[in-house]
């Protein structure tokens, strides 16, 4: 039995990088289970630690040319993912996957109502469980010049403050309420100027429609660290803030979004609670 353990322990140091390592102590067999390079990928977090150029001189990552690869990203085993900056900051989602070599890994960014804003190929070099480094080459025209991605394995848990579920689907208004807990009709004008159609995007965008799809407001979102509440900062044609405005979030789910109004801060007793249902079948109107 001594033997055996000690034959198990090192055969799991050997195969750590890519494999599970059983033993069974009925037929004194090692049962060894390679990892897919999807199953890889997908069991750990992994964080931006490094980036080198065609010369493989290291490159800055707040670089013009690599910082928009830079970030916190989580592969799910479900096929889809999420990318955060280093500072927690969602910045796109969307479906993944690895072809069967671990050659190539291919990622889908999809806006809130599941239309595709890019897709993107790259070229894996490392992939094990502690190194994904992948090469991009930013001119087609010359594929010469290139930089090497390097992420490392990382503990750190994904952001759990409601960016992702905000970003993930359509919102339709579909009620509100007074502070009494009465509902108000949504013609209503303490509560008319906050309904339609929300696209809260993950690059930190958003666009509010009115429910006959004419748009109402664009410009820029953000959720608290905490969760707490969400802010718009709205923008005209020429990127000039035309007002700025901070909620309460009561609830958001996958499948609603409440948030909390109050007209006058002098009277926060006077409120109203506006209800969002997700709607993934509206399409954003273009």
Known sequence: MNT??????????????????SCSSDDNEIVIEQQTPSQVLSSTPWETTGAKDKNGS????????????????YFKADGNFAIYSL????????????????????????????TTIFTRDVEILVLNRNEFTYRIRPNAA???VYYDIIHTRTPHAEPKNGQ?????TPWKTTGAKDNSGANVALDNSAVAGYVGY?????????????????????GTWSISPDGKTRTLVALDANGNVLFTRTVEILVLNETTFTYRITPDANTPTVFYDIIH??????????
Not at 164 to 168: D, G, I, M, P, V
Not at 198 to 218: E, H, P, W
């Open 277 to 286: 249902t997700n709607d993934p079948a509206h399409k954003e109107p273009q």
């Open 87 to 114: 500072t927690d900051v969602l910045r796109s989602r969307g479906t993944w996957s690895v072809d069967a070599q671990g050659k190539t890994r291919t990622i889908t960014a999809l806006n809130p109502d599941a």
């Open 142 to 144: 010359d594929l010469s």
């Open 164 to 168: 992702l579920t905000l970003a993930s």
């Open 198 to 218: 929300s696209y809260f995007k993950a690059n930190g965008t958003f666009k509010i429609f009115g429910l006959n799809d004419v748009l109402r407001s664009q």
């Open 58 to 73: 290291n490159v800055a990552l707040t670089d013009a040319s690599v910082v928009g690869y830079v970030g916190f990203a």
């Open 4 to 21: 055996l353990k000690k034959l198990c322990y090192l055969s799991a140091a050997i195969f750590l990088s890519a494999s599970f390592v």
